[in-house]
């Protein structure tokens, strides 16, 4: 079965960065589309970064210019690196998959303190 495990979420201070990873399983990672999404409290769930299995790469208008999606097919591992962190980009982030139904992994917390 399709398993999406996040790391790397943390607290940093704004201006700061981190770099989170989705290590993907039980599925054909190469070519899956894959992305990320982050839910603030109160706030619904909201696209982040998706990169295609051609490399294809779309970002949230908050967030561009400072995170960049990447993969690592030989690893079946999705990188989000974030830079120049904001208080606003506090959130629950989360790796999915889109194959035409979606899968979630559980979901790292990003805290960015002022």
């Known amino acids: 079965q399709v398993q999406l495990v996040e790391s790397g979420g943390g607290l940093v201070q704004a201006g700061g960065s981190l770099r989170l990873s989705c290590a993907a399983s039980?599925?054909?990672?190469?070519?899956?589309?894959m992305g990320w999404y982050r839910q603030a409290p109160g706030k619904q769930r909201e696209l982040v970064a998706r990169?295609?299995?051609?490399?294809?790469?779309t970002y949230g208008d908050s967030v561009k210019g400072r995170f960049t999606i990447s993969r690592d097919n030989a690893k079946n591992t999705v990188y989000l690196q974030m830079n120049s962190l904001k208080p606003e980009d506090t959130a629950v982030y989360y790796c999915?998959?889109?194959?035409?139904?979606?899968?979630w992994g559980q979901g790292t917390q990003v805290t960015v303190s002022s």
């Open positions: 999915n998959y889109d194959s035409g139904r979606d899968y």
């Open positions: 990169i295609t299995g051609g490399g294809f790469t």
């Open positions: 039980g599925l054909l990672f190469s070519i899956a589309a």
